[in-house]
């Protein structure tokens, strides 16, 4: 039985960062949609930091993958 235990709390810590992933690409969509808009109306700032977000958010995600990743061996 522990090893179905071990099994099922890997399954929801993955279901976790599934979620967790998903929610951050939706945000970047919405962050490039409202970029756009602002920029469109004349905000020419705002891609660029957009463009300073996405990279922050890809490097913490890189971060948190490597950190939970097991080394192989």
């Not at 279901?15 to 949609?33: F, H, Q, R, W």
């Amino acid at each position: 039985m522990a090893n179905f235990d071990a099994l099922n709390a890997e399954v929801a810590n993955l279901t976790s960062v599934v979620d967790s992933a998903v929610a951050l690409i939706n945000g970047i969509a919405t962050k490039i949609e409202e970029a756009v808009a602002a920029n469109d109306a004349g905000d020419n700032t705002a891609l660029g930091e957009l463009a300073t977000s996405v990279r922050a958010q890809a490097d913490a995600l890189a971060a948190a993958v490597a950190a939970n990743t097991p080394a192989e061996g």
